[in-house]
């Protein structure tokens, strides 16, 4: 990596403890990723925007700021990115699932919250997140009550946007989001300090598409047995999804994605035909939450889809057909979004059927549901989503963790033991 310190500086970064997450950071990924076997060539890239995630991605972003550009940090795929694209911003994911950061968020919210908000949080209060460092504001949302009062601790440390996000699925409830769509929209012109136009919007859209259905490319190429690319690496296209170049990424996974598929049609794959396949569902698992995945696929399986909103839940969405106005535009990226089965919504069943068909077409032996620790609403749909499951024979196990190793061995041990069930 080339000297970025005088720029991490000017960012405002804690360099001490800054080098002392990336020196975390390279540890766990060379321990993860780099160990594994049969890897695609075409993860080579990826690997690179790792290694350059605190480098050159920021150098871009610094530039694009001092050419006026804007930089918008978010927390929850119900923020629009085609409305910040438009207004020729760049989104940038925040959500963050490191348990470096999880202890500084001490003292502003609660403990007993889930370890997604503490470290969104804490890598504001430690000072080594450049891309909050190099956002111009963060959008947050009404989603889980822990993200909202979070939010509120996160505005009097860093320019905070909120967005209403209802929690009901009626048409009342769809008039509200549009209507906040609608006030995102002004917000992103006063920022950005230019109109957005319809045909902007709609372009705006079809490179969001675009990206998204690489995503949905490289992820159906999982359904094949032997699986043409390990779940840990699947994953980590999706983590990335949230804060590389969109044009750029979207070109990789295409690339991947030829790869993938060439190598499912050979029957090359990562593991052994008859490896036991699992689905994972649950709550997000933001970088560089690696934890499940690297527990699983250690143990004798492989992890063939992601049910959440580092997975599926994003890119599954596509926006529907409407007139090319800008307000029809509007409304159809707003019912996109609210095509997202999050658990924050009562009721919220369309997420039990999707994980049951997800279940099916990627023909999983096995689910397994995942609740970061403290957060209700998923593990509340734990009980819903494992009922149903057994009502159509597919063996599954709830699992509530952190981002912390102390229950590694623990996790181990229960997943070899779910492991070992689904091959007999
Ligand atoms: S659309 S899942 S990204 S809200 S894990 S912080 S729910 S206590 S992240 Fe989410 Fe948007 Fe929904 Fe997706 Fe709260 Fe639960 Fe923590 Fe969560």
């Keep these: 990596m080339s000297d970025y310190r005088c720029m991490w500086t000017g960012l405002g970064l804690d360099l001490d403890r800054h080098d002392s997450l990336l020196e975390l950071l390279g540890q766990g990924y060379a321990q993860a990723f780099l160990s594994q076997q049969n890897r695609p060539e ?54 963050a699932g490191a348990d470096f950061a999880v202890a500084d968020s001490d003292g502003l919210i609660p403990r007993n919250t889930c370890p997604l908000i ?28 822990g993200k909202k009062k979070m939010f509120e601790a996160m505005a009097e440390q860093h320019p905070t946007y909120i967005m209403e996000v209802p929690q009901k699925k009626t048409a009342a409830a ?3 989001f549009i209507s906040e769509v609608k006030a995102f929209v002004s917000k992103m012109e006063s920022e950005s300090g230019r109109k957005i136009s319809a045909d902007q919007l709609a372009e705006a859209t079809r490179r969001l598409e675009a990206k ?22 699947a994953l ?12 750029r990424f979207t070109t990789k996974v295409n690339e991947l ?46 992890i063939v889809g992601e049910e959440s909103c580092v997975g599926s839940r994003y890119y599954t969405t596509t926006t529907p057909a409407n007139d090319d106005t800008l307000d029809g535009q509007l409304s159809a990226i707003s019912d996109r979004l609210l095509g997202t089965h999050c658990a924050c919504f009562t009721p919220n069943l369309e997420r039990v059927e999707d994980i049951i068909e997800m279940a099916r077409e990627y023909k999983a032996d096995g689910v397994i549901h995942y609740a970061l620790a403290f957060c209700q609403t998923y593990a509340a749909e734990a009980i819903k989503v ?21 229950d590694a061995a623990q996790l181990q041990t229960r997943v070899q033991a779910f492991i070992e069930m689904l091959r007999r």
């Design 42 to 95: 075409g993860m080579k890239y990826f690997d690179f925007v790792v290694s350059e995630a605190h480098g050159l991605r920021i150098k871009e972003l610094v530039e694009h700021k001092s050419k006026g550009g804007t930089v918008v940090g978010t927390f929850c795929v119900y923020v629009p990115e085609d409305v910040i694209l438009a207004a020729g911003g760049i989104p940038v994911g925040l959500c």
């Design 118 to 145: 503490r470290a969104s949080l804490g890598f504001k209060m430690n000072r080594t997140c450049p891309y909050i460092q190099a956002s111009d504001f963060v959008v947050g949302e009404t989603t889980c009550d």
């Design 174 to 176: 769809r008039d509200l």
């Design 212 to 233: 998204k259905a690489a995503l949905r490319r490289l992820h159906e190429a999982r359904k094949a047995d032997p699986v043409p690319i390990s779940g840990l690496d």
């Design 236 to 247: 980590l296209v999706s983590q990335i999804s949230f804060y590389d170049d969109i044009d």
């Design 257 to 302: 994605a030829d790869e993938v598929e060439a190598r499912a049609a050979e029957g090359r794959g990562v593991f052994a035909k008859s490896t036991p396949r699992i689905l994972f569902a649950g709550t997000p698992l933001p970088l560089p939450d690696w934890k499940l995945h690297s527990i699983l696929e250690s143990s004798g399986a492989t």
């Design 386 to 406: 494992e009922k149903a499951l057994k009502a159509e024979a597919i063996p599954v196990m709830s699992l509530e963790s952190d981002f912390s190793d102390n």
